[in-house]
């Protein structure tokens, strides 16, 4: 492994008009559920809030109402003689590394050194990034998707990153040999792509911290989610995998009400969890693991849904509209990707907001609580 220098390539500031023969290659055919470039979705508003952590996330919340950033660009790169590298990162053959908020790595975000798991700026050429590139390599023929991406070992990033991205490719007709993953492999990622219908030998992972993949010819697609913002072809995988896998559910009428059990392990863990469980399941909620269920399975159970709850709440995509849905989350940890999803699903929305364990170190990754009494308040907000 060693220190690399590359220049930046900022995607969205490019033109993308096609200019086949050269090896960046813009696609960016405009298709019917494609969102143009600066579209500007309203932030979902929710139908009800409650628990402690609501007044000290007061200015998180106040941002509901103002008008969030514009999406960009939504379309491909195409690559001849790329190198792909940890956590999805794409370089040219001429030392540039692909940057944008399409590929969520906005330049403007990047740290300084020293050197973090990503990339950094390099102070000794101001403009320039550092970059670990393995001295291995593996070269693989034919015409590759990198459907890489930091966070890549989490399900609700394969949920609201990947699917959509594997399904524009294949939306619009591109010819993929094979869709190339630089992690080591979990048996649940080889089921979700299996559910649209791509086979496991079509996809690639390998271990990018030991070997740097070098690719004849590359297509990178943009992703459909910019930080909470989504693009209007957001929903479109999951519209699919819905009726495909769960029509005869959505020709019955909605009885299921769940509550979705974040798996153990990890951060931001809620630290009274059984007893809040608990509460639910006194309530009518089944306690639902996605964990221990094959994820055809998931997408049916979730289509029956009439009212959800919970902490693991990305697989929300699959409800139909309609579904009333509450988020449990820390005042540490407020984002708008929860309040999009429901915007776009046509969800109605629901927060109940906890306190960190130890207000004193609070963070993202910190454990939080919420009171019992404030949950049967929310059951009943729900109801």
């Not at 690559?79 to 399409?102: E, F, S, Y």
Request: aromatic letters at 8%; hydrophobic letters at 40%; proline letters at 7%.
């Amino acid at each position: 492994m060693a220190f690399h220098q590359v220049l930046p390539l900022d995607i969205d500031s490019l033109d993308k008009s096609p200019c086949d023969g050269q090896n960046l290659v813009f696609q960016s055919r405009p298709m019917g559920y494609q969102a143009a470039p600066g579209q500007v979705y309203p932030r979902k508003q929710p139908l009800g809030i409650c628990g402690p952590g609501t007044g000290q996330a007061g200015a998180v919340v106040a941002k509901w109402s103002q008008t969030p950033p514009a999406t960009p660009w939504s379309g491909f790169v195409s690559l001849r003689d790329a190198t792909i590298i940890a956590k999805g990162l794409t370089l040219t053959g001429d030392d540039r590394i692909l940057l944008g908020r399409g590929l969520m790595l906005n330049p403007k975000s990047f740290p300084p050194t020293p050197m973090v798991s990503l990339a950094a700026k390099d102070p000794a050429m101001a403009g320039a990034y550092r970059v670990d590139i393995p001295e291995e390599t593996l070269r693989v023929a034919g015409t590759l998707c990198n459907i890489g991406l930091p966070g890549a070992r989490i399900y609700g990033h394969w949920i609201v990153d990947v699917l959509p991205r594997v399904y524009r490719t294949l939306s619009h007709g591109l010819a993929i040999d094979r869709y190339v993953m630089g992690e080591t492999q979990k048996p649940w990622q080889t089921a979700i792509l299996e559910a649209l219908d791509i086979a496991g030998d079509k996809v690639l992972f390998w271990d990018a911290r030991q070997y740097r993949l070098e690719a004849e010819r590359l297509v990178v697609p943009t992703f459909a989610r910019i930080s909470s913002e989504l693009h209007e072809e957001f929903m479109a995988v999951h519209i699919f995998l819905r009726e495909k896998h769960a029509a005869p559910e959505l020709d019955k009428p909605a009885t299921d009400r769940l509550f979705i059990a974040r798996a153990e392990g990890g951060n931001r863990q809620l630290a009274n969890r059984d007893a809040v469980e608990a509460v639910f399941a006194d309530q009518g909620f089944e306690i639902f693991r996605p964990e221990h269920w094959p994820f055809v399975e998931q997408i049916k159970k979730l289509a029956r849904v009439a009212g959800e709850c919970g902490l693991g709440m990305h697989n929300t995509v699959f409800c139909r509209p309609g579904t009333r849905v509450g988020v449990l989350q820390s005042s540490a940890n407020l984002s708008f990707l929860q309040g999009q999803i429901a915007l776009h699903a046509q969800h109605d929305l629901y927060y109940l907001i906890g306190m960190p364990t130890d207000p004193k170190e609070a963070s993202l990754k910190s454990s939080w609580r919420v009171e019992i009494e404030d949950v049967r308040r929310f059951i009943a907000m729900l109801s």
